[in-house]
C-alpha cells in the first residue's frame, strides 16, 4: 500500500497557514508533516501549494485529530470498523494511536518514537534478523531501521492499524530508499505466524502486545516456548508489560511474565516498563 505524501493538518498548524494567508504573506514556511521536515508552502486566497500540489482551505478542524487530503477535502485519519480507531497529534510531533479512546502509546513524558528507540537500544538491532511481534504504527521497525538492523519482520493484526501507518509519516515506508528492503511487513496475527517460523533464524525480539485483557494468547506459555524456539541462543528479547495497578487489577504481569520466559528458557530482569530477556544457551 503506497505511503501517503501530501500535507497532515491540525487544527493547530491549519491555523497558522490561514493566519499568515489573511495576513497578506505569499508564503508560510513550516511542517505540514508533524515535524519531520519543514518547507515552503505557497498561500492564496482559495488554498496553498504544497510539494507541488494545490489544496483547497479546510473547513473547521476539531482538537485531537489529524487530517488528510481525500480526493477533493480535508478528511480526519479514523476509521470506524469493529471499533473506533484514528491517529492522533502529539505534542513531541510524532502521533499516537487510540482504538475506542484508549491510548496505545505513551505521549505524557516522552515522544513515543523516542520511547520507541529506548526500548530498541535494548536488543542492540545493528546487524541483526528482528522479530516485531505487533508492528502498531511502526516506531520500532523505525528505530530499528534507524540503528542498522540487517532485517526486521513484522507483523501487524488489524488491517485498520496498517492503513493508519500509510498515512503517518513517521511510519515507515517498507519500499522506501530508506528502508533498503530489509522490512518486511505483513497482515497477520503472530501467535498463528509463528508458527511458521523456522527455529533459531532470529537474532532478537520486540514484543509490544496489546493489554492481556484483549490479547491473553500473546502472553500465554505456548507463545513464549515458540518466541524461544525461533530465536539463537543469546539473543534479547524486549517484552512490553506497562505497569499495570496491582490494586485494581489483582495481577502482577511483569511477575507473570517474567515467571514464563524463565520456564520457556530465558533469564529475565525487569526493563523500563517491560521485561527484557535473553535466551540462555
Not at 519531520?36 to 476539531?62: I, M, Q
Not at 488491517?159 to 511487513?185: F, I, K, M, Q
Amino acid at each position: 500500500m503506497p505511503h501517503y505524501t501530501g500535507p497532515l493538518l491540525t487544527r493547530d498548524s491549519a491555523a497558522l497557514l490561514q493566519r499568515a494567508a489573511d495576513g497578506g504573506a505569499a508564503t508560510w514556511h513550516g511542517s505540514l508533516d508533524l515535524g519531520r521536515s519543514e518547507e515552503d508552502v505557497a498561500l492564496a486566497a482559495d488554498g496553498f501549494t504544497f510539494r507541488g500540489h494545490v489544496y483547497a482551505w479546510p473547513g473547521k478542524l476539531k482538537d485531537r485529530t489529524l487530517y488528510y487530503w481525500d480526493d477533493d477535502a480535508f478528511m480526519p485519519i479514523s476509521r470506524f470498523s469493529t471499533g473506533l480507531i484514528k491517529l492522533v497529534p502529539t505534542d513531541w510531533g510524532a502521533p499516537t494511536f487510540e482504538i475506542d479512546g484508549i491510548k496505545m502509546l505513551p505521549t505524557a513524558k516522552v515522544s513515543p518514537f523516542d520511547d520507541a528507540r529506548r526500548k530498541v537500544e535494548l536488543v542492540a538491532p545493528a546487524g541483526k534478523v528482528v522479530l516485531d511481534t505487533c508492528g502498531g504504527l511502526g516506531y520500532f521497525a523505525a528505530c530499528c531501521l534507524e540503528a542498522g538492523v540487517s532485517q526486521i519482520r513484522s507483523f501487524e493484526k488489524n488491517p485498520d492499524v496498517l492503513w493508519l501507518r500509510t498515512l503517518n509519516s513517521w511510519s515507515p515506508d517498507p519500499d522506501s530508499a530508506s528502508a533498503g528492503g530489509r522490512l518486511h511487513l505483513a497482515q497477520g496475527d503472530v501467535s498463528k505466524e509463528i508458527e511458521s517460523i523456522p527455529s533459531g533464524t532470529v537474532d532478537a525480539i520486540l514484543h509490544d502486545p496489546p493489554r492481556f485483557g484483549i490479547a491473553g494468547e500473546l502472553y500465554s506459555q505456548v507463545f513464549y516456548d515458540h518466541l524461544a524456539r525461533v530465536i539463537r541462543s543469546g539473543g534479547r528479547l524486549f517484552h512490553y508489560t506497562g505497569a499495570p495497578n496491582k490494586l485494581t487489577s489483582g495481577r502482577d504481569v511483569p511477575r507473570e511474565v517474567s515467571k514464563r520466559l524463565e520456564k520457556a528458557g530465558f533469564k529475565v530482569e525487569l526493563a523500563l516498563d517491560g521485561v527484557l530477556a535473553v535466551k540462555r544457551h
